[in-house]
């Protein structure tokens, strides 16, 4: 995957943070040698606990295509409630990768006549174990994420998260995302 664009789609709710982990994914990704990277936000009413799409791109060659994501290689869940609520695997690549944050495991996902490669963590749980106030997960899906799809180092993720949080709030999600880098289970 490290030679073409890859495609990723995040699933949140207002105030999870999925627009601030698909950030810092796309800087650290662009600090470990992808220098084509695009993001684009989607949101409706901005309100807390509406749903939020967010598109990253990464590539090694530029990216001219700045069109959110229909077909991607990776979606990110960051609350499997979502999972009711919308279809978030529409147009994901056959052989596609899911990562979702439930204490369900690999029972949360139905599959819909999908074969994919999926990723679980309770990233909740760990994130408030990590010192995190409930509900805040996107540092710990990034973990998540990192071990699902090991094109990033987790010390540049760890990093980027330190750099974003700074001092005062920056080690709880830092251990948010190595608890979740070293829970996540490949089912």
């Not at 995957?1 to 990723?8: F, G, L, N, S, V």
């Not at 999925?18 to 949101?43: C, E, L, Q, R, W």
């Not at 409630?81 to 990562?99: M, T, W």
């Not at 805040?136 to 987790?154: C, D, E, Q, S, Y």
């Amino acid at each position: 995957m490290r030679d073409k664009t890859i495609q990723i789609r995040w699933h949140g709710r207002g105030g999870q943070g999925a627009i601030t982990a698909a950030k810092i994914f796309a800087h650290a990704a662009f600090g470990a040698d992808y220098p084509g990277v695009v993001m684009a936000p989607s949101f409706g009413t901005e309100r807390r606990g509406a749903p939020v799409e967010v598109s990253l791109k990464i590539s090694k060659a530029r990216i001219n295509d700045l069109c959110p994501i229909e077909n991607p290689d990776v979606v990110v869940v960051l609350d499997d409630s979502i999972l009711r609520d919308a279809d978030v695997c529409k147009g994901i690549k056959p052989e596609g990768l899911l990562v979702i944050n439930t204490a369900r495991g690999k029972d949360v996902y139905e599959g819909n006549g999908k074969e994919l490669r999926l990723a679980t963590a309770d990233v909740t749980r760990l994130a408030e174990e990590a010192g995190l106030k409930r509900g805040i997960v996107n540092t710990g899906i990034i973990g998540a994420l990192a071990k699902a799809l090991p094109i990033v180092p987790l010390q540049t993720l760890l990093d980027a998260i330190a750099t974003e949080f700074g001092k005062a709030r920056g080690p709880a999600n830092v251990e948010a995302a190595r608890l979740s880098h070293e829970h996540t289970r490949m089912e």
